[in-house]
């Protein structure tokens, strides 16, 4: 598709549903990432993958949190056992090229979840 | 541990004049600078990028400049104009180790008509 595309949008969910985001990105873009943004604050890098290779995880908060891209394209990040403090927006991205810094990356709109 | 700030959480400014977004930085493997632009409901997207072997890169009303010794990098926008009331991100990576950005807290920036 022309942009990074991300389902679904808005999602209200209870108190230890697991839930699935998904990140269908740019045509072609080898890199993918996962970010959390809270409300007032900056994204906050969580994971990303180089092709189907997940390449740093380090940000995910904990072991509720996973990811996965298994062919290389379409990523979806799971939240098992959710909690009310996982409420924020999950922005996905893409960039082209997969080695190294100085590259550009391009966002989502972005999945809202709320967890009540 | 905030190693992106931006201290201005707002920005007001008159069209035509100019703006001036400001960002401070603590990890001295960042290398790499950008901007980003959010509107509401939308994605942040990109705006203008610098490596830390330059000192200013310019983009039409944009020049973004980096000060390495005192960590600091600023966004310049002139003239402002309403369209660019938006949040402005600042965020950086090191160049060696992929795309990871880490942002700061964006500034809300308002141009009156």
């Known amino acids: 598709g022309a942009g990074v595309s991300q389902s679904p949008r808005y999602k209200v969910t209870k108190r230890g549903q697991d839930v699935a985001l998904r990140c269908d990105p740019i045509s072609g873009h080898v890199s993918l990432y996962w970010y959390r943004q809270a409300l007032g604050q900056g994204p906050e890098f969580l994971t990303y993958?180089?092709?189907?290779?997940?390449?740093?995880k380090s940000g995910l908060p904990n072991d509720r949190f996973s990811a996965e891209r298994p062919e290389g394209s379409i990523s979806t990040l799971t939240i098992q056992r959710t909690e009310q403090r996982d409420s924020a927006m999950y922005r996905c991205?893409?960039?082209?090229?997969?080695?190294?810094?100085?590259?550009?990356?391009?966002f989502g709109e972005g999945s809202w979840l709320t967890v009540v | 541990d905030q190693q992106v700030k931006q201290n201005s959480p707002s920005l007001s400014v008159q069209e035509g004049r100019i703006s001036i977004l400001n960002c401070d930085y603590t990890n001295s493997m960042f290398d790499y600078f950008l901007w980003y632009k959010k509107y509401p409901a939308e994605g942040p997207t990109f705006l203008i990028s610098?490596?830390?072997?330059?000192d200013k890169n310019e983009d039409g009303r944009f020049t973004v400049f980096l000060n390495k010794s005192a960590k600091h990098l600023s966004l310049h926008i002139v003239p402002s104009q309403p369209g660019d009331s938006a949040v402005y991100f600042c965020a950086a990576s090191p160049l060696l180790g992929g795309s990871r950005l880490t942002f700061g807290e964006g500034t809300q920036l308002t141009v009156n008509p």
């Open positions: 991205a893409s960039s082209p090229t997969g080695t190294g810094g100085g590259n550009t990356i391009y």
């Open positions: 610098i490596s830390s072997i330059k």
């Open positions: 993958f180089n092709y189907e290779a997940q390449q740093d």
